[in-house]
């Protein structure tokens, strides 16, 4: 992973793990992601891996992220301010409930 990718992706381990310590961490498709009850949740994606210009932070299915009819279950991330890791923080909490 570039170092950039990284960096970013060992910052969101730090706060996923510490907002939602039930979950497990894990590699899922080559990439970090976090499974409760053996399922993941949440994963990153380097953006270097895919050629992206931003990296993803994403969740699954199992997230309980549900809002209406449509909802998001992806964000790009270029860089992590401390607005965007209380957003994910809450994003979490919520995804785990």
């Given amino acids: 992973m570039p170092p950039s ?3 970013m992706a060992e ?3 730090e706060l996923i793990a ?3 310590p039930q979950l497990a961490p894990k590699t899922w ?6 499974a409760k009850d053996g399922n993941v949740v949440c994963f990153f994606q380097s953006a270097g ?3 992206a210009r931003y990296a993803t932070l994403g969740f699954t299915d199992k997230a309980n992220l549900d809002d209406g009819e449509m909802w998001p ?3 790009a ?3 992590l301010t401390t607005a965007d890791e209380a957003k994910i923080a809450k994003l979490v909490r919520r995804a785990v409930t």
Avoid: I, Q
């Avoid at 498709?29 to 976090?34: K, L, S």
């Fill in 18 to 20: 510490s907002t939602a």
């Fill in 49 to 51: 891996k895919f050629k």
């Fill in 5 to 7: 990718d990284r960096r």
């Fill in 73 to 75: 279950t992806s964000y």
């Fill in 11 to 13: 910052r969101l381990h």
């Fill in 29 to 34: 498709y080559g990439m970090p992601a976090y």
């Fill in 77 to 79: 991330l270029k860089t």
